[in-house]
Nanobody, 124 residues
Framework: QVQLVESGGGVVQAGGSLRLSCTLSTRTLTTYAMGWFCQAPGKEREFVAGIRWSEGTTNYADSVKGRFTISRDNAKNTVFLQMDSLKPEDTAIYYC?????????????????WGQGTQVTVSS
């Protein structure tokens, strides 16, 4: 069983920044790549960004390109989401998750393990 622990959420004004972290208890075949997702009240969970542990290949949702940066520290089993130029519409609970090789990086149903989520609130 893989456990994911997130941290770094909070309240920030529009235009501000936050850095989220997600640490895995262990890395296995089920943790080939990581993803960050967000879920706002009344909405479905949406893909934000993804990264592969080995080569560091990244993917981003169009809505966050140029504002958010995903990175990883392999030695610490930790993935980061640097969120800059935040907008009120970025307000949501943010989750990190792990997936196996060969699965669709943008589909939350393709991920095996999830963190507990961390709230991000951007005020206008």
């Amino acid at each position: 069983q893989v456990q994911l622990v997130e941290s770094g959420g909070g309240v920030v004004q529009a235009g501000g920044s936050l850095r989220l972290s997600c640490t895995l208890s262990t890395r296995t075949l089920t943790t080939y790549a990581m993803g960050w997702f967000c879920q706002a009240p009344g909405k479905e969970r949406e893909f934000v960004a993804g990264i592969r542990w080995s080569e560091g290949t990244t993917n981003y949702a169009d809505s966050v390109k140029g504002r958010f940066t995903i990175s990883r520290d392999n030695a610490k089993n930790t993935v980061f989401l640097q969120m800059d130029s935040l907008k009120p519409e970025d307000t949501a609970i943010y989750y990190c998750a792990s997936r196996r090789i060969g699965r669709d990086y943008s589909d939350p149903a393709q991920y095996d393990y999830w963190g507990q989520g961390t709230q991000v609130t951007v005020s206008s």
